[in-house]
């Protein structure tokens, strides 16, 4: 993530970057879906190293250590994706009826920062950390509603699916699994 961070903010890698991860709503769907998965691990053109970058890292570290890759893939990947393609939705829908803009089609989607929010949403959800939840996830979601624009409606869609993933199929894997037994199951 850092080598993609430097990578980009050369003129070849911000070209090269743009062509394999940029999403946008105004793009075919197979488009969307094919640069989707890149798009988790390039941060923001905009993000400082200092601001960002250790939110990113700790958030996939994190729910990597206490979960494993596949998992954490798998959810980073459908909190990216159900953000992206509710943007898609929103846009349909338009300004008046709780959706946004068509103007909105043509800014470059959230990637990697829906994942973070989403990752320690789940890691919250799942562990019942609330502590996590407030100062990892509430920040963002205070700043989504703030600043309605289609980030801040994408880190909503992405919190919300986020949550699901975590109490739903989750929680009992995490029983089975005996992972932090005694957070789970309230003992």
């Known amino acids: ?12 890698g911000a070209d090269v970057l743009r062509v394999v991860s940029e999403v946008r709503a105004d793009q075919p769907l197979w488009l969307t879906l094919l640069r989707t998965p ?19 890292f ?6 990597e250590l206490l979960f494993g890759r596949a ?10 994706l159900a953000g992206t393609l509710g943007a898609r939705v929103m846009i349909a829908l338009g300004p ?15 990637g990697a920062s829906a994942a973070i929010v989403g990752l320690f949403a789940w890691t919250a959800v799942v562990l ?7 100062v990892a996830v509430v920040p963002t979601v205070i700043g989504s509603f703030a600043d309605p ?7 909503l869609v992405a919190v919300a699916v986020a949550v699901l993933l975590g109490v739903v199929p989750y929680r009992e894997w995490v029983v089975r699994r005996g992972v932090a037994p005694s957070v789970v199951s309230g003992r």
């Open 1 to 12: 993530m850092t080598g993609l961070h430097a990578f980009q903010q050369t003129a070849v």
């Open 38 to 56: 890149v798009s988790l691990f390039v941060p923001a053109v905009d993000l400082s190293v200092w601001g960002g970058l250790p939110r990113l």
């Open 58 to 63: 700790l958030a996939f570290a994190l729910a």
């Open 71 to 80: 998992r954490t893939l798998v959810v980073a990947y459908a909190v990216t």
């Open 96 to 110: 008046d009826r709780l959706g946004l803009p068509g103007s909105a089609a043509h800014a470059v989607d959230t």
């Open 128 to 134: 019942r950390a609330p502590v996590l939840f407030v």
């Open 149 to 155: 624009g289609l980030a801040g409606r994408e880190h």
